[in-house]
């Protein structure tokens, strides 16, 4: 589990006026959880662009409101400007550390697959892998070693680490990592038929 706190104040510009939050740098927000009534917040753009780098939407961040509580949260959904991309809204889910929670976890591969040739290539055919734990079991990423990974045998979720408190969601024979072709075999090329020759019809003088 990542270490990730920053500091928030209570907001109280909303609907078309959270713009002038945004020109001055910051980010508004809405807090809620099962039992906590939803909060406004807004806190500076710097601050949240370098904990969501960090934490994702997988790792527990505190987040301190000034004058008010503290809060174990999940960032559960991110709205950026099509354009800028700068970020419009965010939204931040305070989780109760004894219930487990589901997210999607981000996979990393290491080593060579020793059967890799020229004409084969790695597919990673999934980024991210469902999984449900208690919040401070969260893994930050899941590394799967691809050294033995062939065409005829791809990497799946039955594979994968088993992590006390972890469960995967996925179904065990969803491929992770595959080993596919990446051309086929240069076909001979046929040689070219020769023409038959053209039937001319005798001239009548001939005859």
């Known amino acids: 589990m990542s270490d990730l706190k920053f500091t928030a104040q209570p907001r109280t510009l909303v609907g078309r006026r959270v713009r002038q939050l945004r020109r001055q740098g910051l980010v508004p927000a809405t807090l809620y959880g099962k039992t906590l009534a939803a909060q406004n917040l807004q806190f500076a753009e710097r601050t949240f662009e370098r904990v969501i780098q960090a934490a994702g939407f997988s790792q527990l961040v505190q987040v301190d409101v000034e004058g008010g509580s503290t809060h174990d949260v999940l960032i559960r959904a991110v709205h950026r400007h099509p354009v800028t991309h700068s970020f419009m809204h965010v939204d931040l889910y305070a989780v109760d550390l004894t219930v487990k929670q589901q997210v999607q976890v981000p996979v990393h591969s290491t080593g060579k697959p020793e059967a890799l040739v020229t004409g084969l290539m790695v597919l990673q055919s999934l980024e991210r892998i469902n999984l449900e734990a208690l919040p401070r ?9 691809i050294t033995h990974l062939t065409p005829d045998n791809p990497i799946t979720i039955a594979q994968l680490p088993v992590i006390d408190g972890v469960e995967y969601l996925n179904e065990p024979e969803e491929a992770i990592f595959m080993m596919i072709v990446t051309r086929a075999e240069e076909e001979t090329e046929e ?6 020759p053209a039937l001319v019809r005798p001239d009548d003088d001939d005859e």
């Open 137 to 145: 079991a969260i893994p930050t990423h899941l590394d799967i070693d």
């Open 191 to 196: 040689e070219p038929t020769e023409a038959e």
